[in-house]
């Protein structure tokens, strides 16, 4: 299954490399979220999101019916700068992911340092991964 959704028409994927990608010629507005990593280990999942230049106070992390939902409050805020080329800069965005049952939803936390929004997802102890343990085989 391709998760992804190709253009199987030609020419539109040539334009659009052509005039947005080297060019710039057209404006856009960019809809882009921020590169993201998903790390499991045997106590938890981890969300990281890629986002720099912000605030702890300009996210909003809601869960809903195991339904977490992470997003980036539109930023107000005019830049004086006059940008050749800016590739970071993410006014807003928003992701929701559904939260399996082994989470334990009152244990989750979320940190922002270093450009970097991590939100922490543990698992219920029921779920936690055993140690491997091997069995003899006796005579």
Sequence with gaps: MNLIKKQSNFLPFVFDDFFR???????????NNPATNVIENDKEFILEFSIPGRDNLDFEIEIDNRLLSVSL??????????????????????KSYELPISIDLTKI????????????????????????????VKK
């Design 109 to 136: 936390e979320s940190f922002y340092k270093n450009g970097i929004l991590s939100i922490n997802l543990p698992k219920r102890k029921e779920f936690h991964s055993q140690v491997k343990k091997i069995i003899s």
């Design 73 to 94: 409050k539109e930023n107000d805020t005019i830049s004086n700068n006059n940008y050749m080329l800016q590739e970071f800069n993410f006014s807003s965005f928003s």
């Design 21 to 31: 990608n080297t060019w710039d010629i057209l404006p856009t507005k960019s809809t």
